[in-house]
């Protein structure tokens, strides 16, 4: 029975150095970021400790978690939808992003295609009248 115990025990060992050194790479090359939805009607949906490779932008999150539907301009992306959810022009709701700062959420300071995202950040899409 101590040479089972001890098997196993060096097993354990083996898979946590297996385990150290995988969460190393993975902190080289992807962050990871908590992603929400807020839907207008009461929802609110969190993608939290999402891993995204670094260096990617809100959209790119977006499109990773999220089914995404978004228009092409000259000026930047515009999205118009997320997960079946759409705009309403003629209410004045629209998809905008938030970013956790300074203790409350701020809107967006580029389009979405243009926001790099940070390790830890907290960042939302609200359906938002205007």
């Known amino acids: 029975a101590s040479v089972g115990l001890a098997y196993y025990y060096q097993e354990s060992q083996n898979q946590q150095v297996l385990i150290n050194n995988y969460k ?3 902190n080289n090359v992807a962050i990871k970021v908590n992603l929400g939805f807020d839907y207008g009607n ?3 949906v969190w993608k939290n400790d999402t891993y995204v490779p670094i260096g ?3 959209l790119n999150a977006t499109i990773k978690v999220a089914q995404v539907n978004y228009t092409v301009y000259p000026y930047g992306i515009w999205v118009n939808g997320i997960n079946g959810v759409f705009e309403n022009v003629s209410g004045n709701t629209y998809w905008i992003y938030y970013v956790w700062t300074n203790n409350k959420w701020e809107m967006g300071p580029v ?3 243009q926001y790099f995202l940070k390790n830890g950040e907290s ?3 609200i359906l938002t009248k205007f």
């Open 24 to 26: 190393s790479v993975i």
């Open 56 to 58: 990617y932008s809100m």
């Open 42 to 44: 009461g929802t609110t």
């Open 111 to 113: 389009g979405a295609e």
């Open 123 to 125: 960042v939302k899409w």
